[in-house]
């Protein structure tokens, strides 16, 4: 089964950029979506379709795929973005699709 | 506004059963597919089941595929769980998911109902 890697964490200075990964075999031709949960919390869409907002998403988060690597990028990252976030595909050549990543903490110093 | 709300979690014995429900509101629920997501305390979001609008399409992931089925009925906008031969493993939030319209991915999510198994 399709399997998503994700670092277990990452830390960024407010106000600064974060990245944070998502890798998995040929990614790039994949949809990637992305999810944030803040403690406690159930987790929230903040990107689908590699690239896309929801409303309510910032125009700070933004999304990029390729090859073996999906990446999320926060800019002029704040406090409030402090929480999880979850890369996941829809793998359609298998029986048990919804793939997710194993997570990534973002930590605002 | 679309509102998820589960229901039924609760304490039980390893090799018990138990259902958990999913009241849907604010959508027309009949018109989209439906899955469960579930996510250990402390840990990572496993998808679990899937299941489209007519229940003809159904997927489950390996660690519940025999034990746990899923079953939606649209007259009472309400998507099911039923979990059998439950383990200490099960333990977890389980979360009522919504796929969007466009698919592959989760528009809205329920607060979860908390499952735990043991003795």
């Known amino acids: 089964s399709y399997v998503l890697t994700q670092p277990p964490s990452v830390s960024v200075a407010p106000g600064k950029t974060a990245s944070i990964t998502c890798g998995g075999n040929?990614?790039?031709?994949?949809?990637v979506h992305w999810y944030q949960q803040r403690p406690g919390q159930a987790p929230v869409l903040v990107l689908y379709?590699?690239?896309d907002r929801p409303s309510g998403t910032p125009e700070r988060f933004s999304g990029s795929n390729s090859g073996s690597t999906a990446t999320l990028t926060i800019n002029r990252v704040e406090a409030g973005d402090e929480a999880d976030y979850f890369c996941q595909v829809w793998d359609s050549n298998s029986d048990h699709p919804g793939v997710f990543g194993g997570g990534t903490k973002l930590t605002v110093l | 506004e679309v509102q998820l709300v589960e229901s039924g979690g609760g304490l039980v014995k390893p090799g018990g059963s138990l259902r958990l429900s999913c009241a849907a509101s604010g959508f027309p629920f009949g018109g989209y597919n439906m899955a469960w997501v579930r996510q250990a305390p402390g840990k990572g979001l496993e998808w679990i089941s899937y299941?489209?609008?007519?229940?003809?399409?159904?997927y489950y992931a390996d660690s519940v595929k025999g034990r746990f089925t899923i079953s939606r009925d649209n007259a009472k906008t309400s998507l099911y769980l039923h979990m059998n031969s439950l383990r200490a493993e099960d333990t977890a939030f389980y979360y009522c998911v919504k796929e969007s319209r466009q698919l592959e991915y989760f528009d809205s999510w329920g607060q979860g109902s908390l499952v735990t198994v043991s003795s």
């Open positions: 040929n990614i790039g031709g994949q949809n």
């Open positions: 379709y590699d690239t």
């Open positions: 299941i489209d609008t007519t229940s003809r399409y159904i």
